[in-house]
């Protein structure tokens, strides 16, 4: 522009001008035509024997225009490691590598491959590379950053993947599994792909906002997986660069606008939800025959309640009266304790307070003596103003008075728990009922703000599952915790009873609804048959047989839920009933500021739409069916480009995030478009795509280079020999927990958390319950697939070696080489623990020392060890073995990080030497990179 008081350099003017008399020829960006399934290139004559497939040919042809010579091919040891490595991100097994190399046939190579793209670990290694691009997390985000359980579809793109899935049927029930004819739950649980967003929690945060926001989330990450588009570049104007219009921003976000969702709230509860459990993710036979005797259990305590309910009914008929004060025995109260710091003093109306230090969350220890010969069925609690609470009626120190009161246990002498079967309370807080308390979670709780009464009082009555017949000199001992997310909120000052009757009266609210009690009132002969249902159904909830039956099968069901076989609640996509919900361009990008002089049609772009404007797709669905149709010229372009990525470090377009004009141009265009038609005609089959590349001859050179081809392509673009680049934190991770011999193969389940730097998230936790507690036994040694992903703090070991962020969609492969990962190499606790553990499989082999070290480099390198290498480790045993055996407490040190046991029938010193060189091989260049 005139105003811009720039201008245009000579050589700009210059191109301008031959333009100009060119004619001025202006053409369709490359990625926006359709591919063209080219030719394969014509060779001379000295490369017709190199190629091994189509791939090369167009490789060969590069070579002939930059005068370059393909590289010799690299030795089959190498090629076996690089192969497992980007198909699966874990090394061959010495066992793996000596079936191949003693395979002498023309099939090897496929039969190799074949196993590889068979495994577990080719679907596992696939998946991790999805969730970045879905940017799947564990928690929320945002500052709340709120615990989900949305692993489940995580589960779902592992056997996806497993399964081979042509990527058309993956992509559309990920966008639309919903909207299929009869959809199946697995095809619903995918569409939980967009639905891992971040999802805000947050106190003010607005529904409208963050409904926005969401949506907007849904446009950009669809756009950079299946169209390689930076669509939010035209969120608030027009794109600078590509021809993507605000108002066609706002069409393609019409396909998103039609969830059942408020736009905030936990993850765990943000409508729409399914209950799924994962697909591949199979129980134990020894648990499943437990669930199913819990069941039968069930069923046995319901088909023998009649006896039963009528004794019931005798009783509690007899304990109807009207003289409240009569359901009540004072609990005499021998001790009470607060953990972990805190007193609680008794008071002379029998009330015991809250004084001292008010902990962020105290535990009250109280043991009250039995009355004897009593049949115990209930506990009240009162909780109490006191003055020094400040403001009258308020019933604890906290700011507001307010307490959280999360759990209630119940021990009679030295017995196991006592089990409750009902909580009702004067008054409970909106969202925090008193059931809260005896759900066995200690993230809910009951809580009272907002009461108002005139003397603040406010009661809780714990039935119990069964009554104890009580004998003299028996104690009951209570635990009433306070471990909500808000410090500070414990029961100020509290007051006990216990009481022996069937149904008490707690102050005019009794366990017994109105209408039950009327049922009981009225003789036998004289109920209704609906008095009679009712008495029956309410009786189901309370009869102490069936209640210990449930009991029992719901902690067999909450063991298979917490080893990953249980359902947990998924967020999902699901249409609103009736018209779509209209779409409106939003100026400036602003949820406040919508432009309602006419709702926005369903369309995408229109320089990616060949069809008529009346064909457009109408409905998620048909977006989805759209993207992976021949219509569409980017999804098998994108695709193609990542995968590439994932073997050569690099695509073809380097930009995989953007294939619009501010993108890199292919470095080969007319091979992109040859793999892209290729993969479409193949039915969209990843694994044919991932062998094809594999047993081409560009991809099996050998990656060593020479000064004048790393001067002329240092970057590896003309692609004159083979990949090679340092491996991502994930594959380096779980390559060292498979040469230490701890890697765990379990598939599936909710997500661990293995060691980390403590206090890490202490300071972002807005909960006081959402600590990091590393996990044990073999979950601590699970795939870096299956850590836990939270987004506030994200998994600092696999930050620190470039992991994207799950915050928003990733695809690009970034790579750096800084100091701090050479320190997570040399002090994380899982490579000390790794080192050690490596050592151990070789140290009391009876071959000589150097078939131990050459063992050792093969377990963590896959690769036979040279006779320069074997000389420099001994050397470096010698040394460690020296300066441990001087100093036996420094070997005791470096031999204690982990969680896994030490070998002691080794010496320290002697082993802390071979684990010092385990940790040198797990440190070296060798083991870290792809070559």
Known sequence: PADSNRSLSDAQKDLLDRWILQGAPYDTHWSFKPPIANETPALRSDLQSWPKNGIDRFIAARFLSEGLEPSPAADRETLAR????????LPPTPKQLDAFLSDETPEAWNTYLDQLLDSIDYAERQALRWLDAARFADTDGYQNDAERSNWPWRDWV???FHENQPFDQFTIEQLAGDMLPDPTP??????AFNRNHRQNSEGGALAEEFLVENIIDRVETTATVWLGLTMGCSRCHDHKYDPLSQREFYQFFAYFNNIGESGIGKGTGANPVVQASSPIAKAPAELTEKVETARKAVVEAETTIAARL??????????LKSDSEADWLDAEIRNAVVKPTGTLLAEKDGSWRLDGENPANATYEIEIALPADKRITGIRLDALPHDSFGKPRKLARSSNGNFVLTGLTATRGDSLPLGFRQAIATFSQDNFPVTNVIDADPKSGWAIFGKKSESGQVSA???????????????????????GAYGGHNIGRLRLYLTDQENPNLDGKSGLDTNLQEALKSPAEKRTPDQRKALREHYTTIDPELTRAKKELAKIEKQMSDQGYGSVSVMVMREKDGDPAPSYLLNRGQYIDPDTSAALPRAVPAALFSGKPENQPRDRLELAQWLVSAENPLTARVVVNRVWQEHFGTGLVKTAEDFGSQGEVPSHPELLDWLAVKFRESGWDLKALHRLILSSATWQQGSVTNPPLLSQDPQNRFLARGPRFRLDGFTIRDSALQAAGLLSTKVGGPPVKPYQPEGLWNAVNQSANFRYSPSSGSDLYRKSLYTYWKRAVNPPRQIIFDAGG??????????????????????????????RNLAQRVIKDESSEASRLGELYRLATARK??????????ENLAFFRAHFTAAPEAAAAFLSSGESPTDESVSAPELAA????????????ETISLE
């Open 82 to 89: 690089r192969a497992s490595l980007t198909l699966t991100g």
């Open 158 to 160: 592992i056997q996806s």
């Open 186 to 191: 697995e095809q619903i649980l995918a569409t």
């Open 310 to 319: 009528d004794a019931w009914i005798a009783r509690a008929t007899a304990e």
């Open 461 to 483: 009555l714990f039935l119990l599952d069964q009554p104890i017949q009580t004998s003299a000199k028996e104690t009951l001992t209570l635990h009433l915790a306070h471990e």
């Open 806 to 835: 799950r915050e928003v969609c990733n695809v690009s492969a970034r790579r750096t080489n800084t100091p701090l990962q050479a320190l997570v190499l040399m002090n994380d606790t899982t490579f000390l623990e790794a080192a």
């Open 865 to 874: 060890i040279d006779d320069e290498t074997s000389t420099v480790l001994g």
């Open 914 to 925: 071979w684990a010092s060189v385990a940790h040198l091989v797990l440190n070296l260049d």
